[in-house]
């Protein structure tokens, strides 16, 4: 007997499924299952369902006074079932913050700021000083069920006078252990240029569409700079990170019509861009991207499959059997709803997504 058995959802694709769930695993997924369960859930062919919904880059370290939230708040209740944390905290506090994720419902992973004491104040790499390999080396290695990256923020109010230097150190302790690396990007220094340089296929670039100077659109032709096409082409995953300042609607237009979509959709979502917008969830930035013209089939693996296999969580991002009973079921509705980017601009949606129960290992959440 299963402990949880879906009936009748709908893929994006429009095919219909049943998912048997037992012991916080996915055990089979068909066209029809038919078998007893503890609990039985039937969606009648009126809700989709897909994996469940990965959002990797968020800050909810609750102890930080810059950018802070609880997990479960754009997590669980927002229809995202895994939050990777980008670089809130340092080697000095991460093992704090683990502690903290225990409680909540929302799967939580961290990426370790190369600055021991992660986003304290707002220029964590002007001191390099505070960057320090042995120690980011040591919590790696002690919290590796927790710990799935680094992170480093390159833009001119970080880094202060280090210029490029900080990813240069970045890069380095990524080589010594092997992991995931996340850059963000902003204003220069350090120029856009200088930083794709240094990144390697695999990387992942968040901001990706921010509507800055030194981002990938070139304001005087409106085309996409060609070294920001080369990474692109080369393999850097282009990371969404829409976040209070990082996501210009034209920015993702342009790059849509040359034929270059991000790779991951993410929200660089805190507790002010929740309340106040204009992030809101995940949900919404993934309107967002519909509006832009992406498929809802691409936008949902942009928070399932592709995150998974940037962070290596070898067991989420796939509605397959043997991985980890976290799914999202939602609606898909017409509406119309005005979306606002980092810069003010606006687009009307009228394709409106809705998550309407959240799973994490096997355990249902109303939304
Ligand atoms: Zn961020």
Redesign the pocket.
């Known amino acids: 007997m299963f402990d949880l058995l879906i009936k009748n959802g709908k893929l994006i694709t429009g095919k219909k499924v049943d998912i048997a769930i037992k012991d916080g695993a996915i055990l089979n997924v068909d066209t029809v299952i038919e078998s007893t369960a503890k609990e039985v859930i039937d969606l009648a062919g009126e809700h989709y369902v897909s994996a469940g919904w990965i959002d990797d880059?968020v800050?909810c370290y609750e102890k930080m006074t810059l950018?802070y939230d609880y997990p479960d708040k754009i997590g669980v209740t927002k229809g995202v079932t895994t939050v990777i944390d980008?670089?809130t905290t340092g080697a000095e506090n991460i093992g704090d913050f683990y502690e903290l994720t225990k409680k909540v419902k929302t799967n939580v992973y961290a990426l370790v700021n190369i600055s021991k004491w992660g986003i304290v104040e707002q220029d964590e790499l002007a001191d390099l000083t505070k960057v320090q390999a042995e120690l980011v080396h040591d919590r790696l290695a002690e919290l590796p069920q927790f710990i799935v990256g680094i992170k480093a923020r390159m833009s001119k109010t970080v880094v202060g006078e280090n210029g490029i230097t900080p990813l240069e150190l970045a890069k380095k302790i990524q080589h010594e252990n092997d992991v995931p690396l996340m850059i963000?990007i902003g204003s220069a220094p350090p120029e856009l240029q200088e930083v794709l340089t240094l990144l390697d296929a695999g990387d992942v670039l968040?901001h990706c569409f921010n509507g800055k100077p030194n981002g990938i659109l070139d304001k005087d032709t409106d085309e996409i700079k060609d070294f920001a096409r080369a990474a692109y082409d080369k393999g850097i995953v282009f990371d969404i990170?829409h976040?209070t300042d990082s996501f210009n609607f034209h920015v993702a237009e342009v790059a849509l019509k040359e034929g270059m979509k991000a790779t991951s959709i993410s929200t660089?979502i805190y507790h002010r861009n929740r309340e106040s917008g204009p992030v809101y969830d995940l949900a919404t930035t993934m309107e967002k991207l519909r509006v832009v013209g992406y498929s809802w089939e691409e936008i949902l693996d942009k928070v399932t499959a592709v995150p998974a296999q940037s962070f290596h969580l070898a067991k989420k991002g796939q509605l397959t059997a043997g991985f980890d009973a976290d799914l999202t079921i939602f609606d898909l509705e017409n509406g119309e709803k005005t979306l606002t980017d980092s810069n003010g601009f606006t687009r009307t949606a009228k394709e409106l997504i809705k998550p309407v129960k959240t799973i994490i290992g096997g355990t249902v959440y109303d939304n």
Request: cysteine-free; proline content about 0%; aromatic content about 10%.
């Open positions: 880059h800050h950018y980008a670089g963000h968040t990170g976040g660089d």
